[in-house]
């Protein structure tokens, strides 16, 4: 079946401008994740859905950034006003019930830049 | 908090020879433990994954791993590497509040 989507997969921005980075979850999948990873540094956590509501948003890295999730579907993240630091791949991921042991099914990520 | 410590950012082997990424973790819970493998410009995959079974793990592509609590360590194995095998490895740990804390990865490269 379909695995996780991501749009668009290259995002070029200038500074100061805000992005909508999309996620498309694997369909029956409750739990939905966001990560950022920059260049040579692991995946840093940013986001955690469950359906629509998001139990754990503590690693946003400030109020520039924002995420929603419409059911148990689509989530976007956007980022306002973006800065160079913002520089990143941001991975979505799912996983059937965002028990700790399911699996996290990823995407292939969006790879934004800000000049 | 728990964290992944993952020793060697670069590993070389040669083809056939063993492969050996390290991984260490950090958690005041049984921990549940990930390896994901990111091929280039491809997505995370899972390799394999510790949920508090057997401690010798096996997964895809004739990799392994074995959970040590005594050592607090998860390394990845296969005996024999393939030229395929050249990707970024990462180990993560689950924490109680289900994200993935990732280590910051290894890159394997493997000559002919």
């Known amino acids: 079946g379909a695995g996780v989507s991501q749009s668009p997969s290259n995002k070029v921005t200038e500074k100061g401008k805000d992005v909508e980075l999309r996620c498309d979850p694997i369909?029956?999948?409750?739990?939905l994740y966001w990560y950022r990873q920059r260049l040579g540094q692991g995946l840093e956590f940013l986001i955690y859905f469950q359906g629509n509501s998001a139990p754990d948003k503590s690693g946003l890295p400030s109020d520039r950034f924002s995420a929603e999730r419409t059911g148990e579907s689509v989530s976007t993240l956007t980022i306002q006003r973006t800065q160079q630091e913002d520089s990143a791949v941001y991975l979505c991921?799912?996983?059937?019930?965002?028990?700790?042991?399911?699996?996290?099914?990823f995407g292939p990520g969006t790879r934004l830049t800000v000049l | 908090a728990q964290s992944v410590t993952q020793l060697g950012s670069h590993v070389s082997v040669s083809e056939g020879a063993l492969v050996l990424l390290r991984c260490n973790y950090s958690?005041?819970?049984?921990?549940?433990l990930f390896w994901y493998v990111q091929y280039p410009n491809q997505g995370l995959q899972l390799l394999l994954k510790y949920t508090s079974a057997a401690t010798l793990v096996k997964g895809i592509n004739g990799f392994e791993a074995e959970f040590k609590k005594s050592e607090t360590s998860f390394h990845l194995t296969k005996p024999s590497a393939h030229m395929s095998d050249a990707a970024e490895y990462f180990c993560?740990?689950?924490?109680?509040?289900?994200?993935?804390?990732f280590g910051t990865g290894t890159r394997l490269q493997v000559f002919p």
């Open positions: 993560a740990v689950s924490d109680n509040t289900d994200k993935l804390i």
């Open positions: 958690s005041s819970v049984p921990p549940y």
């Open positions: 991921a799912s996983s059937l019930a965002g028990q700790n042991t399911d699996t996290q099914y």
């Open positions: 369909s029956g999948h409750t739990a």
